[in-house]
């Protein structure tokens, strides 16, 4: 049996108008991470990048000229106030003492004989048997002589004291460092190393940073409500260290320069931290954190969840209906990896932590509300 061409059409028009037609289903909202804010009385800080140096680091100088003969430490250890440290060939410092030594024998014989001539002349003269003139050269003779022993007995010590340059000794309890000269090595004047070690008293550091005009005036304004209270009760520091995590002893700033540096714009701070477990060591770098301004129940915000755009900020925030409206705000500062809200945000608002790339004002989401968990390690 034969389809005609125009019957199959109608067939296959009946059978397609019969389907059913397929529902068009809603999209389901998407689930967005949000977070609530939260209110918290909170410091302010800045950090600083900040050089380390020993409470006190004395360099180590050869004050005697000659070839190194001995180094009698360990480098990098712990020295005491006294211990020798270098000795320098004392041959030709010996010789001076001797020869000194020698006039000083010299002199203290001439002495002796000018001495016993005035002790005989002295007789004559009170019975006028010799001049007057004669007892006086005597007297100048033996005053000369005495002279000449307080002459060499300077001599003597002169010579002593840069004899007792030839050995180098520890000026202070402390740890020394790498030596810059080597046995053989003529030390005492240049080429040759000038400074041959420092040893540095670490039982405290100082840290040193420079603050710029902007920040100076923005921390003194802070401490200007109470004129004496920057001197009488210091600001206390934090310690950074490189790894990023917080040192377990606190800082006074001691020191402030008395101005600013013209090429740089900024002033030099000094500050002092106890260093009891010497883990801290000259020459490291570290950053300072600086208590700024006090906020009393201060907004926090996420940085995470905050957009940047043509100079100003907004954050999405979850309104009526679970729609996202885009909420300019105004901020205060930083806190670790919060903003601090100025206005445009109160406590307990709802806003997007997550996706904020993918959402729109206006979008109907599912807020899944979640802890945000700070990376500060302090």
């Known amino acids: 049996m034969k389809i005609s061409g125009m019957n199959l059409l ?23 991470e949000v977070v609530k804010l939260k209110t918290e009385s909170i410091t302010l800080e800045k950090d600083f990048v900040a050089q380390i140096y020993g409470k006190v680091d004395i360099p180590i100088r050869a004050r005697a000229e000659g070839y190194l003969q001995g180094i009698h430490f360990q480098e990098g250890r712990l020295v005491k106030k006294g211990d020798l440290l270098y000795t320098v060939n004392a041959d030709p410092f010996q010789e001076g003492v001797n020869a000194a030594t020698s006039e000083l024998a010299s002199a203290q014989v001439r002495l002796t004989q000018a001495e016993n001539d005035l002790a005989r002349y002295q007789p004559l003269a009170d019975m006028n048997a010799i001049s007057k003139k004669d007892l006086d050269a005597a007297i100048a003779n033996r005053d000369a002589a005495k002279a000449m022993v307080s002459a060499a007995n300077a001599k003597v010590r002169y010579e002593g004291i840069q004899l007792g340059y030839t050995q180098i000794k520890s000026p202070i309890d402390g740890l020394i460092g790498k030596t810059n000269a080597k046995i053989g090595e003529f030390v005492g004047r240049d080429p040759n190393p000038v400074i041959l070690n420092v040893v540095s008293l670490i039982d405290s550091i100082r840290v040193e940073f420079y603050l710029s005009e902007n920040d100076y005036l923005s921390i003194f304004r802070e401490y200007q409500e109470d004129h004496r209270k920057l001197q009488d009760n210091p600001a206390t520091l934090k310690l950074i260290l490189a790894d990023g995590s917080p040192f377990d002893q606190t800082g006074k700033v001691d020191f402030i320069n008395r101005q600013i540096d013209a090429s740089s714009g900024t002033i030099l701070v000094q500050s002092t931290f106890a260093n009891p477990d010497r883990l801290i060591r000259p020459g490291q770098f570290a950053r300072v954190r600086v208590p700024i301004q006090n906020v009393n129940e201060g907004v926090l915000v996420p940085q995470r969840a905050v957009s940047e755009f043509q100079g100003g900020f907004f954050v999405f925030k979850v309104g009526e209906g679970n729609k996202l409206v885009q909420q300019p705000i105004e901020m205060a500062g930083n806190y670790r990896d919060y903003f601090v809200v ?21 979008q109907e989401i599912t807020p899944k509300e979640v802890v945000f968990q700070s990376q500060y390690k302090d």
């Not at 109608?10 to 967005?32: D, H, I, R």
């Not at 100025?342 to 904020?356: N, R, T």
């Open 342 to 362: 100025k206005s445009g945000l109160a406590a307990s608002d709802l806003v997007v932590l997550q996706a904020i790339q993918k959402v729109t004002a206006g």
């Open 10 to 32: 109608l067939g296959l028009a009946l059978f397609y108008s019969c389907s059913p037609t397929p529902e068009v289903t809603e999209k389901e909202p998407l689930e967005v």
